[in-house]
């Protein structure tokens, strides 16, 4: 989508801390951290929020919680813990609207979250 900011970095037309890229997924740490570890772990192809989710998307969501999972281990935040989430629409914060799953770690997390 070419207006989206997440496409953009997607197409390294603006620039971004890259963690991880693969044919299908960009992670790159977050620009205002909110925690010591705090990468967003996105989906190439340009789905606005999990109200757009299909049947064929379960792939590619599965592929981005597992590559969150696998960003933790190697930054040695498995054992300890580490919440990934996606926020959706107005109440929930959503900002961006191209999904990202945040991954946050490296200190201890609070419940309810705000
Ligand atoms: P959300 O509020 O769930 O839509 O999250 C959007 C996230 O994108 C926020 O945590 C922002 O800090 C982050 N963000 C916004 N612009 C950029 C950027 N250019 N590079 C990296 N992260 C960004
Ligand atoms: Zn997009």
Known sequence: MTDCLFCKIIRHEIPASIVYEDDRILAFNDINPQAPTHVLVVPKR????????SPEDDQIVGELVRRAAAIAKERGIS????????NTNREAGQTVFHIHLHLLGGRTMHWPPG
């Open 79 to 86: 054992a300890g813990g580490f919440r990934t989430l996606f």
């Open 46 to 53: 340009h789905i606005a929020t999990l109200n757009e989710l």
